[in-house]
């Protein structure tokens, strides 16, 4: 297994008071394997995402668990040891990528630059090969790679900044990949060309992708397997297909339910009510109690954990004695 996290907590410290982000959160992902992790703004994805390149933030703290990530717990590793890795093992295209790149220095010279720094960690010498790097770019279709080459970050649009990321990420041959909401700052149509390009590179390259997102339909179209989360917890995850056709959890089927559809002609979309609680002082019990529908006497006291139905696993109550249904209204 290329990265395997077991029962990770992290917390945040705040004025409001600790900040639980993510709480005995557990997911695995094989080797040319994807997993998209799906939930709302402040359910923690970006937290696991960060968590696994060992980048919290300075009020941030691991507080239990471990990653295991191409056999080495990162969490114990030194920060040299932790450099090493980035890169070479795992690359992370974060959700904002302007902010990845240095506004005073070439697009070509940063490229250069981190190639070179590559090189040094693995002790060889790096003298700039512009045709690799020119080749990469084609890779992730990049019109005329030699003219954004010589450009400044501040002279490209924002999907010509994601692809550079990537095409870096692929000059770096890392074997994990993870793309923090690539697609939430661009327009639908180049929303679709991320999509496509992001799986024609995990075909061509053989990569492991973690993609994070908080719009399901978009997960259906680039994951193996999707992993819903919920107020710093891990509520469902199953193959893709059977995620989106048969969701098992309330909130999974919220959100579910929330897609667009050709076939509904008249009146509104669903929405969840209700809003995700305060992860200062979450909820006794199941986090999503206040807001689910079928909510029990037992979700207000006892936390579900992770159980097998049908070969996906959810933390619900109402499994495994009997199956979920939303109403067909």
Known sequence: MLLEVNSLSVNYRTERGMVRALTDLSLS???RESVAI???SGSGKSTLGVSIVRLLPPNGLYAGGNISLDGKNILTLSQREVRSIRGSVVF???QDPLNSLNPVKRVGDQI???LRIKGVR??????GDRKEIIESFKSVRIPDPDLILERYPHELSGGQIQRVIIALGLLLKPKLLI???PTSAVDVTLQAQVIKLLNDLKAEYGLSVIFITHDISVAYNVADKIAVMYAGKVVEIGPTEDVIKSPLHPYTQGLVSCIPSSRKTEGLLKTIGGSPPSLVKPPVGCRYHPRC????EVCTTNDPELASVKGSSVACWLYPSKPLQLSSS
């Open 29 to 31: 992902l094989g080797e």
């Open 38 to 40: 799906v939930g709302e």
């Open 92 to 94: 992370m295209v974060f």
């Open 112 to 114: 250069t630059e981190a």
């Open 122 to 127: 693995e002790g060889r010498n790096y003298n």
């Open 179 to 181: 793309a923090d909401e």
């Open 293 to 296: 529908p079928y909510a029990m």
